[in-house]
Each structure stands twice: as structure tokens, then as C-alpha cells.
């Protein structure tokens, strides 16, 4: 595959940002991070200096927690492999800051048909585990799983990683 879509999809250490990393260097196309997580404290800041280290000086780092569907359509381009990682981050920024959840969503699966390149998106799958406790964390595991809902049914191909180990539950048309 060197054009079109894929969304990632995994628990926590499940091996779904390295799987995204190898699609994205395995297609030979120019590679682009597009992050969405912020350092807000030591723990967070450690992580996304791990994630740089294991990508390498090939990679061009976009940082974009919010405006998520301008970045992809500024980056997205022929010869390009855009990974955005991660929806879950985007989500809960934008959650965080009041804007229209549901809205948001749906202009983003909408624009994945039109993104040109490669794009790969990585995303936690969080519907797996307990229900949360809180009200907060009930919604936010709502709206995660109908944002996965969407970008599954936008995406042309979508693959589940559980323990490191890729499973293929959609592939592009023939």
C-alpha cells in the first residue's frame, strides 16, 4: 500500500505506535510524525522523548494537539507517509477544551477519503477493559469508541495490535 488510509488500533503497549512507524518506513515515502500529545509533566515528556529516539533523524515532527484536520490537510501529500499519533491524545485535548466532540469526529472521518499520501493513524482502543468509574471516563470511552467507529469505517485499511502482534481487520479494496 503506498497511498491511502490506516487506522491502528490497540491497548496500552500493545505495539500500536511501532507498528504505525514500520508501515509508514516500510513504504518508502518521505516519513512525517504528526503528534498530538503534549509534555504536561516529567512521566509524558519521557515518553515522547522515547518515541523520537526510536524514529531516528529521518522523521519530520509535526506537534498538533488540537487542530488535527488543518495539520492533516497542510502535511497530507503524494509521496508522503503522515502517521498521526494519536487519537486518543487528540480527543481528550480537544474534550479538555470544550470543543464540540461529536463535530470534530465527523469532519475528520469525512476529510480521510480526500487526504492524499499515505496516512496512518494510531488510536487506543479502550473499550476492552473496565468500565470507568467516573462520569468523565464513561464519556470519554463513549466517544473514543465512536470515534474508532468512524475513522474505521473511513479508513481504508485497519489493523488490530494485540501483544505486538498485528491483526488485519480490514484491508483496502483490490
Known sequence: MIEGSVLVLGGARSGKSRCGERLAEESGLEPVYLATGEPGDAEMAARIAAHRARRGESWRTIEEPLELESALAREAAPGRAL?????????SNIMAAGAAAEERIARLAAAVARLPGLVIFVANEVGLGLVPETPLGRAFRDVQGRLNQAMAEACDRVILMVAGLPLVLKREAA
Open 83 to 91: 502517521l498521526v499519533d494519536c487519537l486518543t491524545l487528540w480527543l
